[in-house]
């Protein structure tokens, strides 16, 4: 592919970079203070929320929402496609009650972002250790039966070749069945467009709206016979749809 150096481009996402970056220093000593106690994980939680309204609106983002089917009883398990580093942030904006991220552990070796997953606010996933795998959806399993929802992006990373989605794991439906907890899948249109995974000068990004699909949950009872890879393809085909509507195969 390729690619050409546009200085607006480039300007935007080092303004939404530079906004990302200083914000969240200035609400760092606040979300340290909130990650000592799990009864203050909820004020961290609403923080993130207040923190992604400012910094997206700053950086001249928005969000339009189709929403297909109502959203489950809690507790339920989100399972959206993973594009751009923005999923994360949006995420903040769409979910009003306590969710719990499953992030792979890389993260924790981010310095000042670390905190989230260290302090048990949300869990990381070795994904090449089956002992540490098995653990973290313990782990989920736990915050489920509290009430909390948990997000997990199936692809396990970013893809490369976003928006086109790479495999899913098991992970997220063998935890829908075994708990008997529904999927609420969803789509992130064109957050790659906003802000592309990559080189700062080639990739895309910039200002505009952030397009989401939020499907009809799926239910575990019905898959009891049909097992984990029907559910895992029958997901996958539900948030793919928008994907191929918008870009094609």
Known sequence: MHYVWQPLRVLWKFWF???FVSSFIILYPAFYFLFQKRSRFYAAYNLMRVWSYVLTTICGLWTEIEERGDLPKTPYIICPNHGSYLDIII???????YSVFMGKAEILTWPLFRIFFTKGMNIPVN????KGAHEALQVAKAELAKGHNVIIFPEGTIPQTAPKMRA???GA???ALEENIPIVPMTFVNNWRRLQAGAVLKQLGGAGPSRIVIHAPVYPKDYEQLG???????IFETIEEPLKRHYGD
């Open 17 to 19: 970079f530079t906004t």
């Open 91 to 97: 995420m903040y904006r769409l979910f009003s009650r």
């Open 127 to 130: 994904r090449k250790n089956p």
């Open 168 to 170: 899913f794991k098991n």
């Open 173 to 175: 439906f063998k935890l």
């Open 228 to 234: 984990v890879v029907r559910l895992k393809q029958d």
